[in-house]
């Protein structure tokens, strides 16, 4: 939840106002999905402003099932490696071949 709280944030100040964010989190599909919802005490501030800026901007959040977020899979496992915000102007090398993948159709499996 508060990873999608910041990306709208930083899609705001960077002066996007088209927003399409895939999740794997029904909860969070629900949060953003009914603006009555009211986010965790915890995160009230932040999560009101976060609506208030969705408002300004074509916002869609939509359900991606655990598979089809692979690209989000190999940035997570990237960022347990360093500390801190890390921001590429360009897609970084470790997802590039997915992303060709994406592109492609190709589905991604999870084997265990």
């Not at 930083?10 to 949060?31: M, Y």
């Not at 901007?57 to 089809?68: C, D, K, L, P, S």
Request: some cysteine; hydrophobic content about 45%.
């Amino acid at each position: 939840m508060q990873v999608v709280l910041h990306v709208i944030r930083i899609a705001f100040d960077c002066g996007w106002r088209w927003l399409c964010l895939e999740t794997d989190s029904r909860a969070v599909i629900s949060c953003f999905s009914n603006l009555e919802y009211s986010p965790p005490w915890h995160l009230c501030n932040f999560g009101f402003h976060s609506k208030y800026l969705i408002n300004q901007m074509h916002f869609v959040i939509t359900h991606t099932f655990r598979e089809g977020n692979k690209v989000a899979d190999i940035l997570a496992n990237e960022g347990l490696k360093v500390s801190g915000y890390v921001w590429w102007d360009n897609p970084p090398s470790c997802i590039a071949k997915q992303l060709h993948l994406d592109s492609w159709g190709v589905p991604a499996f999870r084997f265990h």
